[in-house]
């Protein structure tokens, strides 16, 4: 594989570690807050929720809108339900958006919760958003909302997640996330490559990719099948070591199977710094 000449990265606010005034230390302290409440609420700690959930917080879900008390409730009967099961669901929670003052904070994320059913793994996704305010000089959950991801926003994750993998040589995603019969044409080669190809390049490849950015990103989506188009602009070094830059538009196609997205095939264009591409209408 020779994905570094095209890789994917997602360009959304939801990518950012901090906006606005929010220092990257502050940035960091509140992903952990929220980290932090994230496992008490996988374990059911109601101690440690009702210490940082403010006595008038809301919480706007799907179910209606619920104070503190049913909230908490909430959380630690569904913890105990999980203990309960042979094999109970699992959460991550990733991709952070943090912005600040000194005295309330905005913090956004996605959730990936895996579970089994019928014996069949299953993953749903959704992206969360909490307001803080610091009371009594430490931070409190005044409101929370989310909402489950379409798979449009599924698959522009999914685009990042790519870029993630390609940066750290995780072929470990590449064997998750590729079809079985997965086609990679290299966008500077020509050369067709399938999963068990692509998978090997990531493991022995000498070729790095250090930074990556995407524009013109455009997902469109039809029953099994979907289509992510859009234009990257990579940096890295060859396997000499030499450092390249390099521009290109990309076609990645992905279907659905037992209820997950997956890399079909794709296939990208070098371009020049100036082409661009012409947005679908």
């Not at 940035?27 to 409440?37: C, G, P, Q, Y």
């Not at 309960?84 to 913090?107: E, G, H, L, N, R």
Request: glycine fraction near 8%; hydrophobic fraction near 35%; aromatic fraction near 8%.
């Amino acid at each position: 594989m020779n994905r570094l000449s095209f890789v994917p990265v997602l360009l959304l606010a939801a990518c950012l570690t901090a906006h606005g005034q929010t220092s990257s230390a502050d940035a960091k302290s509140l992903e952990e807050f929220d980290r932090a409440w994230g496992d008490a609420a996988l374990r059911g700690d109601r101690a440690f929720l009702n210490s940082i959930i403010a006595d008038d917080f809301v919480n706007l879900g799907l179910g209606g809108i619920q104070g503190k008390a049913e909230s908490i409730d909430i959380l630690v009967k569904q913890a105990e339900k999980n203990k309960a099961m042979p094999t109970p669901p699992k959460s991550s929670f990733d991709y952070y958006m943090v912005s600040s003052t000194p005295t309330t904070a905005t913090i956004t994320h996605r959730s990936t919760t895996t579970s089994m059913a019928n014996g069949k793994e299953e993953t749903s996704y959704a992206r969360s958003i909490h307001f803080l305010e610091k009371r009594g000089g430490k931070w409190q959950v005044v409101s929370n909302a989310g909402h489950a991801l379409s798979d449009a926003e599924v698959l522009m994750y999914m685009e990042h997640e790519w870029n993630d993998a390609d940066i750290k040589k995780d072929a470990a995603w590449f064997e998750r996330n590729y079809a079985d019969d997965a086609t990679d044409i290299s966008s500077r080669t020509g050369a067709i490559n399938g999963k068990a190809e692509t998978v090997a390049d990531v493991k022995t490849g000498k070729t790095t990719m250090e930074w990556a950015e995407l524009s013109d990103l455009h997902p469109r989506v039809d029953g099994r099948f979907a289509v992510v188009t859009g234009v990257n602009h990579v940096k890295g070094r060859d396997d000499k070591g030499v450092p390249f830059e390099r521009w290109a538009s990309f076609t990645d196609t992905y279907i659905k199977r037992d209820g997950r997205w997956l890399v079909w095939a794709t296939e990208g264009t070098e371009i020049k710094k100036e082409q661009g591409v012409t947005k679908p209408k």
